[in-house]
Every structure is written in structure tokens, then in C-alpha cells.
Nanobody, 115 residues
Framework: VQLQASGGGLVQAGGSLRLSCAAS????????MGWFRQAPGKEREFVAS???????VYADSVRGRFTISRDNGKSTTYLQMNGLKLDDTAVYYC??????????WGQGTLVTVSS
């Protein structure tokens, strides 16, 4: 099983980015998927998740600005990030949820928001 995250980069505050997470080696449509992030010097934190039927959950810090989605035909999860803030600077990781736990993690993609 492999999760390949991409789409990170440098963006000015207020700008937008779309992250992608391409999955392989699993039956993608059977799993909840999520995005997490880890800022420098901080612990990893939950950002958003999407269920089998598209049900979404968001952290309070990103609700209304970020949108998670999935394309089962492409085995890909997306994170559309709008209205980016300096505090959104972090390495973003996608993950697969099996049961109650996120058990498979991608390699991370760096998002840097500048003023």
C-alpha cells in the first residue's frame, strides 16, 4: 500500500493550493481517508477526513476554508485549501483509516504560507 501526496508549495497569505493524495495497492473506495499536518516544533494534528460516501469532518481551524474530497475512480483524495494563513504552514500528510485508526501514511508535502 502506498500513498503519494503532492501539490505543496510556497503561497502568499490569502492564496490557495490543492493537495492530492494518490493511493495504490488498496481498494480505495473501502477506506476513509484523511489529511493531517505538522508544523515546525508542533505535534501532528488532524485537518480533515472523508468517509466512504463523501461525509466530511474538519478541524475547527480549517472549517470553511479547506475542502476535502475523493475520487474513487482515480483512487485519489484532495484537499482544496483557500484563504491560507501563516499558521497553515506545515508538512501535510494523507492517511488511510482502517477501523478506528489511521494506519497508512503518505510521505508528506510541504506547504509554506508567506506574508
Amino acid at each position: 500500500v502506498q500513498l503519494q501526496a503532492s501539490g505543496g508549495g510556497l503561497v502568499q497569505a490569502g492564496g490557495s493550493l490543492r493537495l492530492s493524495c494518490a493511493a495504490s495497492g488498496l481498494t480505495f473506495r473501502k477506506y476513509h481517508m484523511g489529511w493531517f499536518r505538522q508544523a515546525p516544533g508542533k505535534e501532528r494534528e488532524f485537518v480533515a477526513s472523508v468517509g466512504l460516501t463523501g461525509t466530511t469532518v474538519y478541524a475547527d481551524s480549517v472549517r470553511g476554508r479547506f475542502t476535502i474530497s475523493r475520487d474513487n475512480g482515480k483512487s485519489t483524495t484532495y484537499l482544496q485549501m483557500n484563504g491560507l494563513k501563516l499558521d497553515d504552514t506545515a508538512v501535510y500528510y494523507c492517511a488511510r483509516k482502517a477501523g478506528k485508526e489511521f494506519d497508512i501514511w503518505g510521505q508528506g508535502t510541504l506547504v509554506t504560507v508567506s506574508s
